[in-house]
């Protein structure tokens, strides 16, 4: 049989079309079983798995149902739908459902997925006042974090997750010192949330600090790694063992040099301190 390779990379098409496909075989489907399994033909299926067709939002739920991928089908059909998401943001999403750990440094805010909806309701409004989304394309953003913190984080199934930050995304004010004062609260109870790790990194590492940007490391279950990070234009999923490894030597040397989490709680509280002596 002639089947048509897609490159996850290429389009938002094509990474719901690979991600439908593959998932499909790996449960041994054909497109025809798979059709009436979704309630539509297997030329439509097929249709979807080599890009000649756009998938539905309803699709896309069913999808995450039947297969048990969470929101993967959701974030790929949405980015699809608007680019509310960085190219290769949405492999990243593909894979984050899986994995067993994750690993992220941040500079200048708080990660997405510590983030409290008011801060994160502050970071959309921004964009949409520079005109780089607009307020649909802001909702859609705030949705799809609120269902993506709720898998990763707060869910019985979530992975262990590891998160490193700058000293400047606690000092760094977002939406006003009201809803920065809920934010640091937010963070000092996701602190305490038995698979959760949150370190700081302070100003005075300077040059010992490894990463110039963000960056994620994501240990799958059978332990191999997956690297993510961004540029202003888009996200790069990064799967060369040899860089993975150098990532990963950072990263433990950072987590050594940075606060410890009892230390980068003091911190927190001492930055909501201060919010609150201004």
């Keep these: 049989m002639n089947i048509k390779k897609l490159d ?19 449960k041994g489907w054909t497109q025809v079983q798979l059709g009436k399994l ?14 000649a067709k756009s998938p539905s939002p309803q699709f896309a739920k069913r999808a995450d149902e039947l297969f048990g991928t969470g929101l993967t089908f959701q974030i790929l059909c949405r980015a699809i739908k608007d680019q509310v998401f960085l190219d290769g943001f949405t492999e ?6 899986r994995a067993a750990e994750i690993r992220t440094f941040e500079l200048g805010v708080i990660p997405g997925m510590f983030q409290a909806p008011h801060y994160a309701a502050a970071l959309a409004s921004a964009h949409v006042g520079r005109g780089a989304i607009t307020e649909a394309q802001a909702r859609e953003r705030l949705a799809f974090l609120e269902n993506r913190q709720r898998h990763l984080i707060t ?17 760094q004010v977002v ?6 004062d809920v934010q640091l609260d937010h963070l000092e109870r996701l602190a ?8 700081a990194v302070p100003f005075s590492m300077g040059e010992l600090q490894p990463f110039n940007g963000p960056m994620v490391l994501l240990t799958m279950r059978d332990r191999s790694l997956l690297g993510y990070c961004e ?6 999923l990064e799967r060369d063992l040899d860089l993975l490894r150098a990532w990963e030597v950072a990263y433990d040397q950072l987590q050594v040099n940075a606060l410890s989490p009892a230390h980068t709680l003091d911190l927190i509280r001492t930055v909501r301190r201060e919010l609150h002596h201004d």
């Design 92 to 97: 990243l999403s593909n894979e984050e459902v």
């Design 8 to 26: 996850p990379s290429a389009s938002s098409v094509a990474a719901f079309g690979n991600q439908l496909r593959k998932s499909r075989m790996e």
């Design 192 to 199: 305490t949330r038995p698979k959760v790790t949150i370190q």
């Design 175 to 180: 939406g006003g010192p009201e809803v920065m």
């Design 231 to 236: 540029s202003a234009a888009r996200g790069y």
């Design 155 to 171: 869910a019985p199934t979530a992975p262990r997750f590891y998160a490193i930050m700058s000293e400047s995304c606690l000092r």
């Design 38 to 51: 979704m309630g539509c033909t297997g030329a439509h299926i097929s249709g979807l798995e080599t890009g």
